[in-house]
Structures are given as C-alpha cells and as structure tokens.
C-alpha cells in the first residue's frame, strides 16, 4: 500500500518537511530528499503501529490526485508516494517456536502468571512496549 505525502522542498538552511494528509498528526522530515523519504516511511509505520496498538481503525490510502485537489495548504509543496509494508497492518496470528533456557522460561511463566496474561500475550504485550 502507498501513502500520498506532501513534501516541503528544502533549502540550504532548512529541511525538507513531509505531512501525511491521509493520518492525522503524522509528519516528519530530513536534510535530503532522500532522507525525508525514508524518515516518512518510518513515521508512517510508526503512527500505523500506535493507532492499532490503541485499537483505532487505519484509514486506506487516498488517490494523490485527490488528495492534490483537496489539500490547497500544500499548493507549492511535492507529492509522492510512500510505500509501507502490509505487514505492518497484519493481526493474524502466527506460531512460532524460540528455545529459552529453563530458568528464563520459569521467570517467564512466573512474571505472566502475576500479570493474569498467558505466556504469549505477556511476551507480545512486553514487545509492544519496548
């Protein structure tokens, strides 16, 4: 899937900005053009991983022609496209198999067990906030 984003050009002295129109609040930037590419990328799948870590609902990309006509505060800014991988998107479930040693899966299970969650939503709940 491909984000449109609206990118400020830079100078010599400042940076080039990028917005995301399509999620609110979602902006970033970088010294090159390139770099303001990537740090979108990030921002991106950074604002996608709290929105449904808080459960919201992810809103699809908009057509950036739309978006262009739309958006007159960004008249003399850039469009582009940012790609971002659907896995980032993806809640189905997938087992997996990790060696722990004895005494760390013992911790593991005793920590969990406090906690009232079973051992995989504790793991998935301590990744999540880390």
Not at 31 to 44: F, K, P, R, S, Y
Not at 58 to 77: G, T
Not at 119 to 129: D, P, T, V
Request: aromatic share 6%; proline share 6%; net charge negative.
């Amino acid at each position: 899937m491909r984000y449109p984003v609206a990118i400020e050009p830079g100078t010599n002295t400042e940076a080039f900005g990028v917005a995301v129109p399509d999620l609110p609040g979602c902006f970033s930037a970088g010294d090159t053009m390139d770099e303001a590419m990537t740090n979108a990328e990030e921002a991106i799948t950074a604002w996608i991983e709290a929105a449904l870590d808080a459960g919201q609902e992810i809103p699809q990309p908009s057509d950036i022609d739309a978006m262009r006509k739309a958006h007159k505060e960004y008249k003399s800014w850039i469009w582009a496209l940012v790609k971002v991988d659907p896995a980032v998107l993806d809640e189905n479930l997938e087992r997996v198999n990790i060696s722990l040693p004895r005494r760390v899966l013992h911790r593991l299970d005793t920590q969990a067990k406090a906690a009232g969650e079973t051992r995989s939503g504790f793991i998935a709940r301590m990744a999540l906030e880390h």
